[in-house]
């Protein structure tokens, strides 16, 4: 069975920091292109940023641009999404994902782009 299972999410005060982790397993999620997405409630799922599968290309939104970084461990199978100066518009449940496009370096940023997805963990930021 293929899954994405993201961890790390919590509560923390603006200005604070969390990483997100997600673990990918029943394939080898190593030679594919990986990302995360979040979801504010009442808002629409919204890309957040992507990373090729040598880790050597990122991308971001341009509202986490500067404070969000996202890298990954393909001898681990997983990828981290670093999260620093965090504000209380950054509150949202948080997906990892991943395309099933072997060695691509493509920017991904559609949520129909994505093949495979996790479950999802909260990320609450207080002000």
């Known amino acids: 069975q293929v899954q994405l299972v993201e961890s790390g999410g919590g509560l923390v005060q603006a200005g604070g920091s969390l990483r997100l982790s997600c673990a990918g397993s029943g394939r080898t999620f190593s030679w594919l292109p990986m990302g995360w997405f979040r979801q504010a409630p009442g808002k629409e799922r919204a890309f957040v940023a992507a990373?090729?599968?040598?880790?050597?290309?990122?991308y971001y939104a341009d509202s986490v641009k500067g404070r969000f970084t996202i890298s990954r461990d393909n001898a681990k199978n997983t990828v981290y999404l670093q999260m620093n100066s965090l504000k209380p518009e950054d509150t949202a449940v948080y997906y990892c994902?991943?395309?099933?496009?072997?060695?691509?370096?493509?920017?991904?940023?559609?949520?129909?782009?994505?093949?495979?997805w996790g479950q999802g963990t909260q990320v609450t930021v207080s002000s």
């Open positions: 994902v991943s395309k099933n496009q072997y060695y691509s370096s493509t920017y991904y940023r559609d949520e129909s782009d994505y093949d495979y």
């Open positions: 990373i090729s599968w040598t880790g050597g290309n990122r």
